[in-house]
């Protein structure tokens, strides 16, 4: 049984990688008017992920400005409970970041 869920494991992922090879033939071979596609294509992640980092802090900047502004006091355990918090969002967003960039690619290489 294992011996079948590892061939079609292998399937699968051998499957993807021709895909993804596939794709990569198809957008890189473009060329005068729709070259500008390739280009799209390959800064949707970063773009993507620089928004993403933008908003989140932007978010959490103007939370912190409201309540501040609102008249709500932080005391030292306020403070150090939103810095553990921050650092903690921070590390779940480079987690979130990393594995949208690197997880599950396949390399095409056997």
């Known amino acids: 049984m294992a011996v079948a869920d590892r061939q079609?494991?292998?399937?699968?992922?051998?499957?993807m990688a021709e895909s993804f090879k596939e794709q990569a033939n198809l957008v890189g071979n473009l060329k005068g008017k729709w070259a500008w596609v390739d280009a799209v294509s390959k800064l949707i992640r970063p773009l993507v992920t620089v928004v993403f980092l933008l908003t989140?802090?932007?978010?959490?900047?103007?939370?912190?400005?409201?309540?501040?502004?609102?008249?709500?006091?932080?005391?030292?355990?306020?403070?150090?409970?939103?810095?553990?918090?921050?650092?903690?969002?921070?590390?779940?967003?480079?987690?979130?970041?990393?594995?949208?960039?690197?997880?599950?690619?396949?390399?095409g290489r056997s």
């Open 8 to 15: 079609v494991e292998t399937a699968a992922y051998g499957a």
């Open 56 to 107: 989140s802090l932007s978010l959490s900047i103007y939370i912190v400005i409201k309540a501040y502004n609102s008249g709500v006091e932080f005391s030292k355990d306020d403070w150090k409970e939103l810095l553990t918090y921050v650092v903690h969002w921070v590390f779940f967003q480079s987690g979130v970041v990393i594995g949208w960039w690197f997880a599950n690619r396949p390399s």
